[in-house]
């Protein structure tokens, strides 16, 4: 049966338009637009890096709570806890935060983590340990939103409690003294995709910002520009560096609408710093615009901008302009939106706390935002991007080891890299109920004591391995009829023989397998059953587990990946009711998808430009996946005999003037494509590191014998 390849339509207005504004080649600008790339501003995600352009957490009311009551227990010498979660997203959050904090002066910190076979987040038995120890603030991270029992406990008993969690509230929010989760409704946060760990670092981003004189700080940024017989003036006002209103006027010389000078003048006349890039310049075009009786105080940034940025030094706002990035995410006028972007950069790069430091935390929110399987979109992208940067070009010590035994030190570094070799060995920790080990690890400055957490954690990850292949071996028969009985749209095992810290790994092995939505459950031993659910994006675990929530005594997670517990005595009606919801599911709710291409490339376009694409829409991941392109009459110019239980096939290919080396896992039909064959192909551009040598290949998606065979 012949390849089906579906490639979306495209709009050719719209990639012209991209095309143009954004100074791109064609073929990513049909890429991008078929990726839904509609606003300009959502262009910044794909193109920019910098920090300036992340979303402010201050924009969060309850950031702001958060700030005075953590600054209070520092000055106080309070006795506080963070409360984490035993993922890499938990154990990277709590050790941004247990980092962050300590760096900000907190002394009397501790941290806890589910050990062993304790269940995520908060319990009686928890709240328990926490007031008998004598805490006074408890920052939850990764988990928090769902423990409204046992933080209404912990408030009653004179304990505060600050959640910083990513995951979906159920219809009652916990009295926590703050709370800063994306998901929650009226946050204020503007992305509401953050892991856990983001969240974290975005709270130590808001502390750091709270301790220079940023804060609170409220300015003007203005410009003033000729235009035919007037002058179009341009005033921003910003809090924090947030923008919180703006006004245009254009005002005639020699006259004009005194309407427009009044609002221009009442916008002003507000107390607060006008800022401008050279003062002369701007003075003399508000006298053409109000005359000489008007004299506004301006605050001119050149100066700074000459220190901090040297190259800029003769550079007039219009000649910025025209180089500014900045503006070409906005229709706004160029100068203004160049002049706020010079301005939030300028501050925010004069405090270490605020770049460079945060830079280092981000590193770690990268691993955990991979790990989470949070979707790559939107600061997703910039937040990732950054941090896998950071991790190729300059890891903090503590990292070193492992990426060093993960034959990783010197490449650059993408999502794949941590899925497959960062990621599963500090997950390993948590799920064989040692989580404080990886924590251990990732907040160490020690070289000497990082080299034996690596290996400790590498050891602990063989074992999981290990263990994960028995368990899977264990119940693949029962997914196999669990997947004919549920009509090939589902996958549901389990038994008293699985581990439940290997409940999500197993879930999602058996996803992959199916190309179906799975769910892995263990009866634990002590009269509870703990699940895992994991699925493709085309799915929302979250929401079909909400339709069983009357039965869990606690539940949560993401569309892609969520977990449940419950009291044994109810699992068996438990399978009955999610057979049944099943059995209502069409099959284009959870079959696999058919072949998507973002285009069918022509033998003149297979260049390296490719790759360079590729690196456009990276990192990828959920909602973003790989480039995927589709070449038709290809040439197998060469095959490599595979080595003995090897299931990959490599290969030379040429389309066009160039050979490509090819690899493909788990190739179907591998005695058919032999040297001399003519083959269509789907394929990812790839990049393989030898000895530290990059070189270009093509990753295989799917291929078939080309039809003129």
């Not at 570094?413 to 080990?437: C, E, K, Q, W």
């Not at 002590?526 to 799915?539: A, Q, T």
């Not at 050979?659 to 040297?675: G, M, T, V, Y």
Request: with cysteine; aromatic share 6%.
């Amino acid at each position: 049966m012949a390849m089906e390849i579906k490639i979306p339509l495209s709009d050719p207005g719209k990639v012209r338009a991209i095309k143009e504004r954004f100074s791109l080649d064609l073929l990513s600008a049909t890429v991008l637009e078929r990726r839904g790339l509609e606003n300009p501003s959502d262009a910044l995600w794909y193109l920019e890096t910098d920090i300036i352009y992340q979303h402010s957490p201050l924009e969060c009311d309850d950031v702001h709570t958060a700030i005075e009551r953590i600054e209070s227990a520092i000055e106080e010498e309070e006795k506080v806890l963070i409360f984490g979660d035993r993922d890499v997203d938990g154990v990277t959050g709590s050790s941004i935060l247990y980092r962050g904090l300590k760096k900000l002066g907190l002394k009397n910190l501790s941290v806890r983590l589910p050990e062993g076979d304790e269940p995520y987040g908060m319990t009686e038995n928890t709240v328990e340990e926490i007031l008998a120890s004598g805490y006074t603030l408890v920052i939850t991270v990764d988990n928090g939103i769902s423990a409204v029992s046992e933080i209404e406990m912990l408030e009653k008993n004179g304990v505060d409690v600050i959640v910083l969690d990513h995951h979906l509230p159920g219809e009652e929010l916990p009295g926590a003294v703050a709370l800063f989760d994306p998901k929650v409704l009226g946050s204020g946060y503007q992305f509401d995709g953050l892991s856990g760990c983001a969240v974290a670092a975005k709270m130590i981003w808001a502390l750091s910002f709270s301790r220079t004189p940023l804060y609170g700080s409220e300015c003007i940024v203005l410009h003033a520009e000729p235009r035919n017989g007037s002058i179009r003036i341009n005033a921003v006002r910003l809090e924090n560096l947030i923008e919180i209103d703006r006004i245009t006027e254009e005002i005639i010389e020699g006259g004009g609408s005194m309407t427009a000078k009044e609002h221009l003048m009442d916008f002003l006349a507000v107390g607060l710093p006008v800022l401008v890039l050279d003062e002369e310049t701007e003075k003399k075009m508000l006298r053409r615009a109000f005359g000489n009786g008007v004299d506004i105080s301006l605050v001119d940034i050149r100066g700074k901008l000459d220190e901090m940025m040297p190259r800029y030094r003769s550079h007039s706002l219009f000649d910025l302009a025209m180089l500014s990035r900045a503006a070409r995410y906005s229709d706004g006028d160029r100068e203004i939106e160049t002049l706020v972007s010079l301005f939030r950069s300028l501050s925010i790069y004069s405090y270490p706390s605020l770049s460079k430091e945060y830079d280092e935390l981000l590193e770690l929110v990268a691993i955990g935002t991979i790990a989470d399987l949070m979707p790559m979109k939107n600061e997703n992208r910039l937040i990732v991007k950054r941090g896998l940067r950071m991790l190729s070009d300059k890891p903090i010590d503590c990292l070193k080891p492992i990426l060093g035994r993960q034959n990783l030190t010197g490449k650059r570094l993408n999502t794949r890299d941590i899925s497959f070799y960062i990621a599963p060995v500090i997950n390993a920790a948590g799920r064989l109920g040692h989580p404080m080990d990886a924590f251990a690890l990732l907040t160490t400055d020690d070289p000497a004591e990082a080299e034996g957490l690596t290996e400790n954690l590498l050891s602990m990850n063989r074992e999981r391995q290990g263990m994960e292949e028995n368990a899977l071996s264990l119940i693949h028969s029962q997914a196999a009829e669990s997947f004919e009985r549920n009509a090939s749209r589902f996958v549901i095992a389990g038994g008293d023989n699985i581990p439940r810290g290997l409940t999500g790994a197993l879930a999602s092995k058996l996803s992959k397998e199916y190309s179906v939505p799975a769910i892995v459950i263990a009866d634990t031993g002590d009269g509870r059953v703990s699940g895992s659910m994991r699925c493709s994006d085309r799915f929302d675990a979250k929401a079909f587990l909400s339709t069983f929530q009357s039965l869990f005594d606690d539940y949560g997670g993401h569309r892609c990946a969520a977990g449940f517990s419950l009291q044994s005595e109810n699992k068996e009606n438990l399978l009955k009711m999610m057979e049944s919801v099943i059995s209502t599911l069409s099959d284009s709710e959870t079959e696999k998808r058919e072949l998507e291409a973002d285009a069918k490339i022509p033998p003149e376009y297979m260049t390296t430009g490719l790759w360079r694409l590729s690196e456009l829409l990276e990192p990828f991941g959920q909602e973003n996946e790989s480039l995927r392109l589709y070449i038709k009459d290809a040439l197998i110019t060469d095959v490599t005999p595979p080595k003995p239980g090897q299931h990959l096939l490599r290969f030379s290919l040429r389309f066009g003037t160039y050979s490509w080396p090819c690899i493909w896992w788990e190739p179907h039909d591998r005695e058919s494509f032999k040297k001399g064959a003519h083959v269509n192909v789907l394929f990812s551009p790839d990049v393989n590191y030898w000895r530290g040598v990059a070189k270009e290949q093509l990753l295989i998606n799917e291929m078939e014998i080309s039809q003129s065979e």
